[in-house]
Each structure stands twice: as C-alpha cells, then as structure tokens.
C-alpha cells in the first residue's frame, strides 16, 4: 500500500478520498494512490450473490455463471458491484435489507473498505418480490405521455433507495425494428422520436432520485438479422445514426450516468469489443463521462460466440480497450483473467487505471466514499405501520413496497395506454348488465399483466410455490366485480400456446348464449423458450400463439359479437378476424392495474387514449417493416406482391369521444429558417359531456434529399387532454434541427429546401398537410442539436 502524505489529509483529519466536501477528482487520485492491483480490478466487476448455477434457482439465461468462490475470497481484495441481491430469488425486502446492510458492512472491513454498488433490474418496477410491477415499455410508448412515465420511474427510483440500491439496468432504448423480435415488449416503439422522449423522460425520473440509470443496449441489437435474439445486425452507418442511435443521444442529454453494450455484432465487429462504438462515439463525439457495463455475459461471449477473442484474458483486454469499465454479473474475465493480462503485458495498465477512475468517481457521486455513509438502507429505519394513504384507501399492510401512491400511478399508465383499435357499430362501452362470455387463456390469469423483467415472469417460474407478492385482479375478476352489474359466464377455451377442439367448442357455447363475448387473448412472457414474447422468444411469423386463432374463428361463427382483448407483448396479424370483431382493445402488459383498467374502459368510464407505439401489419406479415420506410419499402408497382400497409398504423387509437379538429395552421409566410423555428397550432374542442384527450401527431415529410429518407417521420407528438366543452390550442415550435439527416458526407445536415408537415391523429390520419420551405445555408450539426420541440397551450 502506497505511503500517504499529509496532503492527502481531508477535514477533521479524516482520509482525503472520504472527504464529502473536497473536489471528487482529488479525493479518487488519493483512493487510487492507495490501491494494489489486485484492489483496482476488483473494483471492475461485480459478484453475484446467491447464483449458484448448480442449484437451479438463478434466474433464466445465467446458468452460464460460474459456481462461486468461497465469500471470504470473493470479497478479499474489495468488490466493484454486488448483483441482483433482491431480484435473484423471493426474498422479503425487509429482511433482505438487512442482509445488505451485512453484506456491504464485510466489504468495507476488506481490502481499500469501499462499498459496493448494488444494482437490480427496474424495467417495469424493481424486479423484486413484493415490489410494484408497472406496465411494460411498449405502454409506456402507447401513453404519449412522457410525464407519466418521468413519474413512475421516480417511484421506481425512490424504492430503490429505500433498499440500498444504487443503479438500475433500465430503460431499453432499442428502436424496434422487427416485430418477431421477441425482446419487441420490452422497446418503447418503433420511431426513434418517441422512444426519444419516452426514454429520456425515464431517465429523468430516475436519474433524480440518485439511483443511476443504465441505459441499454448500445447499439443495434434491435435490428438483428430475422428478428433472432443475439443474432448479427447488418445496418448502414445512416441507419443507425438516425434510428438506432438518437434515443440514447437524448437520454445522455437527460443525465444518464451509465450505458450498456448490446450483445451482438455491428458489421462484425461485437459491440463489447468495438472502441469506435463505446469510446470514440460514447465518450469522444457524446462527452459521456460515466460507467459502461457489460450486459451479463458479454464479454465472456467474445470468447465462447462471437470468436474474436482465444481466451478469457484476451476478452478482458479486448472488453477494456474497447471502453467497458465493469463486468456484469460476475468476474468471469475481469478476474483473473484480467490479472493474466496484465502480466503479459497484453493489457496495459492505463487502461485499469482509466476504468477504476471512473467507477470510483460514480461512486464518489453516490456518497459512497464520504465518511459518513451508511451501510443501513433507509427502509431499515422506516414505520411498518399502515401509511395513512393505504387507510384511506382501506387497504391493510401487505407489501411493504406496493402502497396506495404506487397502485394509483400504476393505474394512471396503464388506462392512459390502452388502445382501442376497433370499435364496430359502438360495440363499446359495454351496456351496463349485460350477458358477459369472458373466455380466452388471458382472462383469468393474474401475471397475464406482466413482461418478462417482471419479477414473476422473470424469477418466479422458478418458485411456483411462492405466491405473487401483490395483489393482482385478472380480467375476469375485474368484470364479475365491476359496478356495471354484468351477468358474467367464463370459459378458458385454450391456453395461449394449446388447448383442444373440445375446449374450443367449450367456449363457442358459452359466447352463443351471451349478449358480447369478450375474448381475452395474447401472449405469456418469459425467456428463452418459456413464453410466446420475452427475451429469447422470438418468433417466425406473426399468426396468434397457439389455437388462439381457431377459437376465434369458432366465437365468430357463433353470431355473437366478440370483442377482443390482446395482453401482449407485440402486435400479431388480425387481418383475417378484424373485420368481423366488434371491437379489439390493446393492453401491451399494462402491469399490477391492469385488470382494472380494462374493465374501466370496456364500460367506459375511462376514454381510451392509448396510441400505437408499434403497428399492426397486415395479412402474411412474415417480414414486417415499421412506418419508417422510404418510398421503395412501402408496396409498389415493383413489388405488387408484397402489401406493407398496416392494418392498424402506428399512432392509430380510437375514442368513444373524439375530440373535433377545429384548426390547424403554421405561422410566418411558408418559410422556415434552417437555424429556426416553425411554429404549427391544433385547435381541439370537445363537444362532448366527457373528457377526452388526443395525441397530435406531426410527421416530418421531405421532399427532395441527399439520400433515400423514410415517407414520414415523427417530430412533435403532444397530448391534448380536454374537460367537457373545453377548447384549447397547442402551439409546436419545431427547430429546424429536428430535420437533419445524415448526408452523403456521413455528417448530420440541416438542408435548404422544400418539405412538409403532415399534421393528424395517426401517421396515416392525417387532418392537414402545411408546406414549408426550409430557407438559408445547410448546416452540420451534432450531438448539441435540438431533440424535442418547445409545446405550449392556450385555453379557449
């Protein structure tokens, strides 16, 4: 151990690297002055408590793990980062915090004493038993409403706190591009501005709360061949500069402090291993200055898939060269492997030294080097009485995480994302008393709400005995409950991915003897192989899981009128049933209220005002594009053959009560500087006795450019929420920035010249088309740019 001078003195005396008040450079040179090698790269990893491969509890996907050392080795030389200590096995969270309260007081007594960063999976809520579970991402895109889900992931955030944890691997900013992607539930959607502003809005939210956010996965890993898991992505560079990789320029803007790696390969070179990728563009073209982590397994896969490295210690030198800092979930290459490198000179020091600054300078951020910091997470300290919202809502303590606030929220996204698709003859809202036939596999199923980082669905298949931890009412409970008074008769006719004809016939009996048959269907997430939709459950074609499409033919022959309810996880092809439903409605995993909300909907005490995040294609899908296309991708006398025209588009969502489109205008004389600003106002007025809200949808449309550029692209999405007789006017200043392209130069340009605004309720909707010219000298820009427009209302 280095000799300290007393210049490395802080106040009072105490060590200069646990002084809170002096500058964190200074205070991480002194920790670093302080630490052997083998202390510095224990810094670059983390351990994965409890993940014993052997005994088959981890959780899917990490049976790669290797067995563990004995603790007291593991944690010999200090530890960089403690994995999953509440989302790897059903714990309870109280008495969990104290295990980690344990855990971190024996590193500290280790090695240089520095804490671990604990970090937990927090896609849709904390994976953790007990802990409220949120409406998948893609509802999170289907809401428009980026302040909805800032909210949820400050009560996402400051859960987490509560629990000692430090970082969250969320949000997943991968722009979807092929729906038999079976990771397509966990994306945001398919245009990169919305997955932009919902993405960043995450970020926001959880980022203020002090737990750092981990974005992911960086970059491509969305457009991989066929729509297969981990397989190669074959893109141009202007592809993912102006797709792919826009939302996590946003999300830096919004104060990420961590990225990580996507598993697969850009052109052949994997993302782990690719320095232009992680620190020529992360860090040299963003300014990114805080932690890259590898996905889990990542850098060992360079090894054992991706074959560009012979050896654990050549993955490690390739992984570090390349910009990773920390190696998740254990220390499989940044171990002894690292240590190997190093002696052999394939990996020089610097490099150590360049990733253990960063590490520790987050963890000078977090508090965790300040003299007075806590081992004891806060929930330790907190009151197991019954909070005074619970009482009120007449709720008893049950889990300590899943209160009243968080139930509520919850409930808020997941009304605000369904989607109505269909609504034939007003088959919605369902009249009140009506004969109900609730079948489908969904129906009565509780962790029908959920996506695949949902604790249940990610972890508890593995515990079938424990039950869910939170109180969950399925559609079928929320309709016999419902206040409506529905005489309600239920039968399963099929699971999701089987089922028989008698089951089948089961149900078309009891839709024949009802007023509406409401059909529940969709997908079970899980991962790889253990559901229709997850990670590692892609698919070859869009056709509903199962015999789900044969029970709905036999409810249709019955000649009653069926309403579908999709629990999904993508949109599938309906083209062949929709024409004969009279309604479809579209939950994408609406989460722990999402029972409810439904019914809320179904009887029409909640407006639908859910929009397509992802479109529904139309008949022999094998191949879906998203709206993205430019004009040779969309059906054309060259290819008569293939019909790209979607059956329900994206941004499409209907109401019960539309609001009216009373104008739409662009301000100034038609022109638009390319330095400035155009501005668009939407008049809406609801004539109706209820509220309604509606998202106005502004699509970029370039007429003439350097290169191929898709139809349309969104640029400005504000939702309008209206009372009762209320009218109001959105005022969008578009920059002239949220126009640029990457040119033929490879830079990203602001051209001169004509373009339009399509302006409508959905990218084929569209109410009002303004042409503008863009005016003055093209422009580069860059990282700097403008993402989002400025949005204001004026009221009457």
């Given at each position: 151990?280095?000799?300290?001078?007393?210049?490395?003195?802080?106040?009072?005396?105490?060590?200069?690297?646990?002084?809170?008040?002096?500058?964190?450079?200074?205070?991480?040179?002194?920790?670093?002055?302080?630490?052997?090698?083998?202390?510095?790269?224990?810094?670059?990893?983390?351990?994965?408590?409890?993940?014993?491969?052997?005994?088959?509890?981890?959780?899917?996907?990490?049976?790669?793990?290797?067995?563990?050392?004995?603790?007291?080795?593991?944690?010999?030389?200090?530890?960089?980062?403690?994995?999953?200590?509440?989302?790897?096995?059903?714990?309870?969270?109280?008495?969990?915090?104290?295990?980690?309260a344990a855990t971190q007081r024996q590193i500290t007594a280790t090695g240089p004493g520095i804490p671990a960063i604990v970090h937990e999976e927090c896609l849709t809520g904390l994976a953790a038993w007990q802990a409220p579970i949120y409406p998948a991402p893609l509802s999170w895109g289907a809401s428009f409403d980026p302040d909805l889900v800032?909210?949820?992931?400050?009560?996402?955030?400051?859960?987490?706190?509560?629990?000692?944890?430090?970082?969250?691997?969320?949000?997943?900013?991968?722009?979807?591009?092929?729906?038999?992607?079976?990771?397509?539930?966990?994306?945001?959607?398919?245009?990169?501005?919305?997955?932009?502003?919902?993405?960043?809005?995450?970020?926001?939210?959880?980022?203020?709360?002090?737990?750092?956010?981990?974005?992911?996965?960086?970059?491509?890993?969305?457009?991989?061949?066929?729509?297969?898991?981990?397989?190669?992505?074959?893109?141009?560079?202007?592809?993912?500069?102006?797709?792919?990789?826009?939302?996590?320029?946003?999300?830096?803007?919004?104060?990420?402090?961590?990225?990580?790696?996507?598993?697969?390969?850009?052109?052949?070179?994997?993302?782990?291993?690719?320095?232009?990728?992680?620190?020529?563009?992360?860090?040299?073209?963003?300014?990114?200055?805080?932690?890259?982590?590898?996905?889990?397994?990542?850098?060992?896969?360079?090894?054992?898939?991706?074959?560009?490295?012979?050896?654990?210690?050549?993955?490690?030198?390739?992984?570090?060269?390349?910009?990773?800092?920390?190696?998740?979930?254990?220390?499989?290459?940044?171990?002894?492997?690292?240590?190997?490198?190093?002696?052999?000179?394939?990996?020089?020091?610097?490099?150590?030294?360049?990733?253990?600054?960063?590490?520790?300078?987050?963890?000078?951020?977090?508090?965790?080097?300040?003299?007075?910091?806590?081992?004891?997470?806060?929930?330790?300290?907190?009151?197991?009485?019954?909070?005074?919202?619970?009482?009120?809502?007449?709720?008893?303590?049950?889990?300590?995480?899943?209160?009243?606030?968080?139930?509520?929220?919850?409930?808020?996204?997941?009304?605000?994302?369904?989607?109505?698709?269909?609504?034939?003859?007003?088959?919605?809202?369902?009249?009140?008393?009506?004969?109900?036939?609730?079948?489908?596999?969904?129906?009565?199923?509780?962790?029908?709400?959920?996506?695949?980082?949902?604790?249940?669905?990610?972890?508890?298949?593995?515990?079938?005995?424990?039950?869910?931890?939170?109180?969950?009412?399925?559609?079928?409970?929320?309709?016999?409950?419902?206040?409506?008074?529905?005489?309600?008769?239920?039968?399963?006719?099929?699971?999701?991915?089987?089922?028989?004809?008698?089951?089948?016939?089961?149900?078309?009996?009891?839709?024949?003897?009802?007023?509406?048959?409401?059909?529940?269907?969709?997908?079970?997430?899980?991962?790889?192989?253990?559901?229709?939709?997850?990670?590692?459950?892609?698919?070859?074609?869009?056709?509903?899981?199962?015999?789900?499409?044969?029970?709905?033919?036999?409810?249709?022959?019955?000649?009653?009128?069926?309403?579908?309810?999709?629990?999904?996880?993508?949109?599938?092809?309906?083209?062949?049933?929709?024409?004969?439903?009279?309604?479809?409605?579209?939950?994408?995993?609406?989460?722990?209220?999402?029972?409810?909300?439904?019914?809320?909907?179904?009887?029409?005490?909640?407006?639908?005002?859910?929009?397509?995040?992802?479109?529904?294609?139309?008949?022999?899908?094998?191949?879906?594009?998203?709206?993205?296309?430019?004009?040779?991708?969309?059906?054309?006398?060259?290819?008569?053959?293939?019909?790209?025209?979607?059956?329900?588009?994206?941004?499409?969502?209907?109401?019960?009560?539309?609001?009216?489109?009373?104008?739409?205008?662009?301000?100034?004389?038609?022109?638009?500087?390319?330095?400035?600003?155009?501005?668009?106002?939407?008049?809406?007025?609801?004539?109706?006795?209820?509220?309604?809200?509606?998202?106005?949808?502004?699509?970029?449309?370039?007429?003439?450019?350097?290169?191929?550029?898709?139809?349309?692209?969104?640029?400005?999405?504000?939702?309008?929420?209206?009372?009762?007789?209320?009218?109001?006017?959105?005022?969008?200043?578009?920059?002239?920035?949220?126009?640029?392209?990457?040119?033929?130069?490879?830079?990203?340009?602001?051209?001169?010249?004509?373009?339009?605004?399509?302006?409508?309720?959905?990218?084929?909707?569209?109410?009002?088309?303004?042409?503008?010219?863009?005016?003055?000298?093209?422009?580069?820009?860059?990282?700097?740019?403008?993402?989002?427009?400025?949005?204001?209302?004026?009221?009457?």
């Amino acid at each position: 151990m280095t000799t300290v001078a007393k210049s490395t003195e802080g106040a009072a005396g105490t060590k200069l690297w646990r002084d809170a008040s002096a500058p964190a450079d200074d205070r991480v040179r002194d920790l670093m002055s302080r630490m052997s090698l083998r202390e510095k790269v224990a810094q670059l990893s983390g351990i994965w408590v409890g993940a014993d491969p052997t005994d088959g509890q981890v959780a899917p996907q990490h049976e790669s793990a290797p067995k563990p050392a004995p603790w007291p080795d593991l944690i010999r030389h200090g530890v960089g980062q403690m994995t999953r200590l509440y989302g790897t096995a059903p714990v309870d969270p109280v008495a969990e915090a104290q295990v980690v309260a344990a855990t971190q007081r024996q590193i500290t007594a280790t090695g240089p004493g520095i804490p671990a960063i604990v970090h937990e999976e927090c896609l849709t809520g904390l994976a953790a038993w007990q802990a409220p579970i949120y409406p998948a991402p893609l509802s999170w895109g289907a809401s428009f409403d980026p302040d909805l889900v800032r909210r949820m992931a400050v009560q996402i955030g400051s859960t987490m706190r509560r629990l000692g944890i430090h970082q969250g691997l969320a949000p997943v900013l991968d722009v979807t591009r092929d729906l038999r992607w079976g990771r397509t539930e966990e994306t945001i959607a398919e245009d990169p501005y919305l997955v932009s502003t919902i993405g960043a809005a995450y970020v926001s939210g959880l980022e203020s709360t002090g737990v750092v956010a981990t974005v992911k996965h960086f970059a491509g890993y969305s457009t991989s061949r066929a729509g297969r898991n981990l397989a190669p992505v074959s893109i141009g560079p202007r592809e993912l500069a102006d797709v792919i990789l826009p939302p996590f320029e946003a999300a830096l803007r919004a104060g990420v402090r961590s990225v990580m790696n996507s598993y697969t390969d850009l052109d052949g070179v994997p993302s782990a291993a690719d320095a232009s990728l992680l620190t020529e563009r992360l860090r040299g073209t963003y300014g990114f200055t805080g932690t890259v982590v590898s996905d889990y397994f990542a850098i060992p896969f360079l090894e054992t898939w991706h074959k560009t490295a012979g050896s654990s210690s050549e993955a490690a030198a390739q992984a570090l060269a390349a910009g990773i800092d920390v190696e998740l979930p254990n220390a499989d290459c940044y171990g002894a492997p690292l240590l190997e490198a190093v002696e052999s000179g394939l990996v020089d020091l610097a490099l150590i030294d360049r990733a253990v600054e960063r590490v520790l300078t987050q963890k000078c951020q977090l508090g965790l080097l300040d003299a007075n910091w806590s081992p004891q997470p806060p929930i330790l300290g907190e009151s197991e009485a019954v909070t005074k919202a619970d009482a009120q809502a007449g709720r008893t303590a049950g889990s300590p995480l899943d209160d009243a606030s968080t139930r509520a929220l919850a409930a808020a996204l997941a009304r605000r994302s369904i989607v109505l698709l269909r609504n034939e003859a007003a088959a919605l809202p369902l009249a009140a008393g009506a004969r109900l036939a609730v079948v489908g596999p969904r129906a009565n199923v509780a962790d029908a709400m959920f996506g695949c980082y949902s604790f249940p669905r990610h972890v508890g298949l593995r515990h079938p005995d424990v039950p869910l931890g939170i109180e969950v009412e399925t559609v079928l409970d929320a309709l016999r409950q419902d206040s409506a008074g529905y005489a309600v008769t239920f039968a399963e006719g099929c699971t999701v991915t089987g089922g028989d004809a008698e089951t089948v016939a089961e149900a078309a009996a009891a839709a024949r003897e009802a007023d509406v048959c409401v059909a529940v269907l969709g997908d079970t997430a899980g991962l790889f192989g253990t559901g229709t939709s997850g990670e590692g459950c892609d698919v070859t074609d869009l056709r509903l899981p199962g015999r789900q499409g044969d029970l709905l033919d036999a409810l249709i022959a019955t000649g009653t009128p069926v309403v579908v309810v999709l629990l999904v996880g993508r949109p599938y092809e309906l083209s062949r049933y929709a024409d004969r439903l009279a309604g479809i409605v579209c939950a994408f995993f609406p989460g722990e209220e999402g029972g409810g909300a439904i019914a809320d909907v179904l009887a029409g005490r909640t407006e639908p005002a859910g929009r397509l995040p992802v479109g529904f294609p139309a008949e022999g899908a094998n191949q879906p594009s998203t709206y993205l296309a430019a004009a040779l991708g969309r059906q054309n006398v060259l290819s008569p053959m293939v019909d790209q025209t979607a059956l329900f588009p994206f941004g499409h969502g209907l109401s019960y009560n539309p609001a009216v489109w009373a104008r739409v205008e662009s301000t100034g004389s038609g022109t638009w500087p390319t330095d400035g600003t155009c501005r668009v106002a939407v008049t809406l007025r609801n004539t109706g006795t209820t509220a309604t809200s509606e998202v106005v949808q502004i699509y970029l449309h370039d007429l003439v450019a350097e290169v191929a550029r898709p139809v349309q692209l969104l640029v400005a999405a504000p939702r309008v929420d209206l009372a009762p007789g209320a009218t109001r006017t959105v005022l969008v200043d578009l920059h002239a920035d949220q126009t640029s392209y990457t040119g033929l130069a490879g830079r990203r340009i602001v051209d001169p010249g004509d373009v339009e605004l399509w302006v409508g309720a959905s990218s084929t909707d569209i109410r009002t088309t303004l042409p503008v010219r863009l005016t003055g000298p093209r422009r580069e820009v860059g990282f700097d740019r403008r993402f989002q427009p400025e949005v204001s209302f004026v009221e009457g």
